[in-house]
């Protein structure tokens, strides 16, 4: 090929190649390959007929033009590249390239002279197709030998996997050790959306891009796996980029290679496990999308069996030890009554807690009907049987009253009743669960008249603002009903002034309260009774768990309005008489330094009896001076600093402290800035 490429270097063409070597041009004309030439500048010079015909071309249309002109798709691809690199190092190239205009593969090899290119190139076109044919058949092969594989292990695993997780590690893992697939994942359906439980392979952060859903409303919901779960059947991409429907992961997908995808749904006995999504490099891995699905349905169903078995199995060992542990804890459980009754209400089972709080030994109540444990108001009321009624109705009935023992004491009781049911709904009995809160009811109406009888507006609330209970001197307050002020968030009730900074101000009480600390400062506002002004001195007191995390809250307020209208009403007096002090002192030594002067000039003009009464004067005068020196004296501010307190505004910074002062868990707003907070209407 060296030796064509020299003579058609070094012999003049024409269109017709009529100045060709007349050897070299029959062998180029009857040679079976496509041949042309190109010069330095890319420009063809020479065309056999088999090249025309593959570039389905006339040749005098193309002697003398760029090959780029003239085949623009080539232009940056393997052509101009390879062709490029024979000129520059002098060396024979050989490759095998798609041109898309033409639809076709080219095996092409290129021989360079010194100011020449030869190009012979060949259709591989079929044999290409034929071998990308068997490379996917061979893949298709491998994948679906994986298949049978993994069914194997994945059913061996579910005798011995510990979890559900578990199992969907191994499939995700063993799908793409041996197999073409470049990545697996197992997601789970979470509402409307699939949450990945397990991945493996080349995923490169493609499950952070991108978000799938089963609900057929979103562009989300209208991918392949969403399709597969919501109709429940396997989904086939044969190739990503030609399918509308990856248009929300296509751009991720195929920057990682993957070309076509399968999904399948993980669903057994009606119970959906989630989706399976399997995705390889080689278009038409897993067939088309109408081809057939029954290894990917078998291996979606082996998984989802096995997924079965191990919840299963899971739940059983979980109930099993919940009932021991029950069991257990029912017989040696003291502080409650737990016993289970028939259909009827009669008493079926009998614990040690409910010997010791009903009074009745198990011989003496197994059998008897439980509304021997209601007074007789209760029973001839037909409470128990309304009870019963109750629990089958909704599950569950709960009641706080008065009981009665063996020996006829009263005691007060909080009882739930549960309905034990068959999986078809039948009522097969209940369990009785029965607390003596007498003591605790004792206490708590001790503490309700201490906590009413109060005068201090008080309450608890949650750590997140929601009143739970008001005293009487609160609701008096607030002139509202507790119903108006109970399961409201603390700046929602009547009795706040609920602006935005009155509402940011109580904000930040609160979560400083509920981060542990004592907060306290003084509110103001207008009475809601009379309409004048009102001060309260405002707290609230975090209450802390055995695990010291804060629990509940405890706001107080006080009535202080009379107290700081008295201290106003003296700091008022103190100024009006400072003021009056301040003139009369500053007149007064005035006017007696003048009666000096004047008696001192005297003293040269006076002689004799008058000059005892000059004496006399001057005295007096000097007298009523240190009289006003010891009255300045005593008014001037005591030196001693008075004791400060660390003080945090609710922007969380100190305004001031003393040396001595610690920093303590107690919040004090400053007076200057009252305004900023909760205001009392």
């Known amino acids: 090929m060296g030796g064509v490429a020299t003579i058609m270097e070094h012999t003049p063409t024409n269109q017709a190649g009529g100045q060709l070597d007349a050897d070299v041009y029959e062998h180029l004309e009857r040679t079976s390959e496509a041949v042309f030439a190109l010069d330095t500048e890319f420009r063809f010079t020479y065309l056999n007929g088999k090249a025309s015909a593959l570039l389905d071309r006339d040749p005098d249309e193309l002697i003398g033009e760029l090959v780029w002109d003239e085949f623009p798709a080539a232009l940056s691809s393997t052509f101009q590249r390879e062709y490029e690199r024979a000129f520059e190092e002098d060396e024979h190239v050989r490759f095998t390239e798609y041109y898309g205009p033409l639809g076709r593969w080219f095996e092409v090899d290129a021989y360079p002279a010194e100011t020449s290119l030869t190009v012979y190139f060949r259709d591989v076109t079929d044999r290409r197709n034929r071998e990308e044919r068997l490379e996917r058949q061979r893949d298709r092969l491998d994948i679906l030998e994986t298949f049978t594989q993994v069914i194997s292990e994945v059913s061996s695993a579910s005798e011995d996997a510990i979890s559900r997780a578990h199992i969907e590690q191994l499939v995700c893992s063993r799908l793409v050790e041996t197999t073409p697939l470049n990545f697996a994942w197992i997601g789970r359906v979470d509402g409307d959306d699939i949450e990945p439980s397990a991945w493996a392979g080349a995923e490169h952060g493609y499950l952070d891009e991108g978000s799938f859903s089963i609900d ?26 030609q399918c509308d429907a990856w248009e929300p992961w296509r751009e991720a997908a195929l920057k990682r290679g993957y070309r076509a995808c399968a999904c399948v749904p993980l669903e057994y006995r009606g119970s959906n496990y989630g989706v399976l999504c399997l995705y390889s490099d080689s278009v038409g891995a897993f067939g088309t999308e109408d081809g057939p699905t029954n290894s990917l349905q078998q291996l979606g169903d082996a998984i989802t069996h096995a997924i079965d078995t191990v919840e299963r199995r899971q739940e059983e060992r979980e109930l099993k030890r919940r009932r021991e542990e029950f069991s257990t804890f029912v017989d040696d459980v003291e502080e409650y009554a737990i016993f289970r009754l ?39 009321d037909g409470h128990p049987e309304e009870m019963l009624a109750e629990a089958r109705r909704t599950g569950q009935a709960k009641d706080e009253a008065w009981r009665v ?16 049911t068959d999986e078809d709904g039948t009522c097969r009995g209940f369990v009785k669960v029965v607390r003596d809160m007498t003591d605790r009811r004792r206490r708590e109406r001790r503490l309700e008249a201490v906590f009413n009888r109060t005068f201090q507006f008080m309450g608890l609330m949650e750590p997140d603002g929601t009143v739970l209970k008001v005293n009487d001197a609160a609701t008096e307050f607030a002139g509202a009903d507790r119903s108006e002020l109970v399961g409201k968030r603390f700046w929602e009730a009547p009795w706040w002034d609920a602006n935005a900074e009155t509402v940011d101000g109580l904000k930040d009480a609160i979560r400083w309260a509920s981060a542990g600390d004592f907060v306290r400062y003084e509110a103001s506002g207008t009475d809601p009774k009379t309409g004048e002004e009102l001060v309260v001195d405002f707290s609230i007191t975090p209450v802390r768990d055995e695990r010291g995390e804060v629990v509940l809250l405890v706001p ?21 008489l400072e003021f009056m002090n301040r003139i009369l002192r500053h007149n007064l030594l005035n006017g007696l330094n003048v009666v000096s002067a004047r008696a001192e000039i005297l003293e040269d003009f006076v002689e004799g009896p008058g000059r005892d009464h000059l004496v006399t004067v001057r005295n007096r005068v000097e007298e009523m ?41 107690t919040r004090t707003w400053s007076s200057r800035r009252t305004e900023r907070y909760p205001t009392w209407r």
């Open 216 to 241: 057929p409303e979103k562009e989300t919901g209208r991918g392949p796996a969403g399709r597969a779960v919501s109709e429940r059947e396997v989904q086939i991409t044969a190739d990503i980029e």
């Open 625 to 665: 001076v240190d009289l006003v020196e010891t009255m300045r004296t005593s008014r001037r501010p005591s030196s001693t600093a008075s004791r400060t307190n660390w003080c945090r505004n609710p922007s969380g910074r100190r305004s001031s402290a003393n040396s001595n002062a610690s920093t303590t868990t």
């Open 405 to 420: 023992r063996k020996d006829g004491e009263r005691f007060w009781a909080s009882v739930t009743v549960s309905a034990l």
């Open 342 to 380: 028939d259909p009827d209400g009669h008493v079926a089972s009998w614990n040690r807690g409910a010997e010791d709080i009903k009074g009745y030994s198990e011989s003496e109540v197994l059998g008897r009907h439980f509304s021997i444990f209601y007074t007789e108001e209760d029973a001839e």
């Open 556 to 576: 107080e307020g006080r009535d202080v309005t009379d107290r700081k209208q008295h201290e106003r009403d003296l700091r008022r007096e103190r100024e009006r």
